[in-house]
């Protein structure tokens, strides 16, 4: 007699995988996943790489030579999951957002606030045959999300007009597919490919709003409304390297190179006056934005005994150099450009003793981590600097087991490099934005070999 020994997991994971790609997919681009005001521009806010695991060390994951969790950074670890198992990944991500801005001149400070929470990653890793792997990974890539508005205060349009508010509002993410394949030719080397798709919908829109009219004139509030639409494929290549490879540590170098190019997101402007549409002002194939997505370099190492797991990454992006000649302007004469992107992680994380029979915290993992990097625009000419400290724990789920359940944290700020800026005639106070966020992800791992029929006599 034969019997196909079944699991908890395997129904999570049937149930999860049988859900639609487009269904998945629409659920992580039609959340507002950030509350940025440095989302107003390009793509928006671009979202930190990995599962809660690497987000928990700091976003590293170009080095992570591991055969029990699944790595989105680089396709190269598609190579490394076991036979006859299969590896699944699913988290979901909450955050604050705290953005404060101090008007030029005065000590007043405007400060908003505002809460999100959507799906961060869906990703599984499966073998194919011997050192050979497949991996798929649906997550954000950047996200839009901003409510802001101004007042007109100067005296002749308060005396000739009335009170005009200007406002502007923002809303729409750009999905990341990538599947690829990852081959083992030696224990120590592993090298893969992968085709990214990225697709989704930002819409942003700017409002003036007419009220308490004193002139004698008709006065009506315009609404105009853009909406970008992103559809592109890129390559990404990546090695890794074990210079030390044993039973009690193994040392891996590693490296990824994403082939950027043009996105080119097409755009449709629409103009609303007191919400009549009177014009379309410019069609799809006129109005496409020059934007292109950046050559991406990355490398790092990651070190790992049976106790501790230790590793650095850097990541270059070249915005600039790709779009060296596109500058967008913002309400009222912000001049946007792009720049180049230099980015640091490190991580660690210690288990104190994962054989512990009696004791389940010497089984836990615990994690910390820090990156530092730049903003990928400039804003008046000023750059802007981005922060973050990270920790999480990640809680195995049974004895000896390899699945978990994994809790992250982050806090993190962005602080511009001058107070202020010039926008048109004025000085302006820069935004100063903190965050907190609050992550947890299930990754299972095929422990039971799901794909065994175990015989009984």
Known sequence: MQVLKTNVFRTIIAILLLLPASAAAQMLANSVNTYSPYSMYGLGELSSKGNVVQRSMGGIGVAMWTNNMVNVMNPAAYALTPQQSFLFNFGMEGAHFRNEQTKYGTDKKIETAYNTVNIHDIAFQMPLAKNLGLGFSLTPYSSV?????????????????????????GDGDVTEVKAGLGWKPVNSVAIGVAAIYYWGNIERSYETKVSNITGDGAYSSTLG????????????AGI?????????????????????????????????????????????????????????????????????RVGADYVYQNWGSQNSSFIESGGKGVHVAYTDTHT?????????????????LNRVAYRIGARMGDYYQTFGGSRVKQYAVTAGVGLPIRLFGRSSVNVGFEFGMRRPESDNIKVGE???GMIKQTYFKASIGLNLFGEDRWFVRYKFD
Do not use: C
């Open 145 to 169: 999300g901003y409510n802001m508005y101004g007042d007109d205060l100067s005296q002749d349009i308060a005396g000739n007009v009335g009170r005009v508010r200007y406002q502007y509002l």
């Open 225 to 236: 409304v853009d909406t970008y639409d992103v559809s592109r494929f890129k390559l990404q």
């Open 240 to 308: 890794m390297w074990n210079p030390i490879y044993r039973d009690e540590r193994i040392l891996t170098l590693a490296a990824t190179y994403d082939l950027g190019g043009p996105m080119k997101p097409s755009m449709m402007k629409y103009v609303y006056v007191d919400n009549v549409l009177t014009s379309v002002v410019r069609q799809e194939n006129d109005s496409a934005l020059p934007l292109r997505l950046p050559h991406q370099f990355s490398a790092g190492f990651f070190y790992q005994t049976l106790k501790i």
């Open 344 to 360: 640091i992680k490190a991580g660690f994380e210690i288990v104190p003793r994962a054989s512990d029979v009696t004791h389940y």
């Open 426 to 428: 004025e000085m302006v």
